[in-house]
């Protein structure tokens, strides 16, 4: 999966603008949220161990990508994130919830 997000670049300076950035990751659970785990890492940030982004304060609505074939699609829309004891924990909402589409397609024409 690529995360791309325009949030926070620093920790520290989350009143600053963001920087467009992206990385990849695996999905750790599929519940409410598609998650993806991000180990040892305590901050909001695009960024972590190889093949392990999250996402940042202000990536918010930034998209999850898939590549089937030569395509990407999008699968999540960033939610938010939190930290627990292992590392930060993303979530994105599932586009491919019944719940979801049908949201979508009352509010989008």
Known sequence: MVV???GCADSNAMGTSGVKRLGTNVISDVNEFIELSTPGIRIRAVAGPENRAGVCFGDSGGP???QVGNQW?????????YNESSG???QFVDLNLP???AFLSQHVK
Do not use: P
């Open 99 to 101: 719940e979801n589409r």
């Open 88 to 90: 930060q924990i993303s």
């Open 64 to 66: 999850l990508l898939k």
């Open 4 to 6: 791309i997000g325009y």
């Open 73 to 81: 699609m999008i699968v999540g829309v960033a939610h938010g994130a």
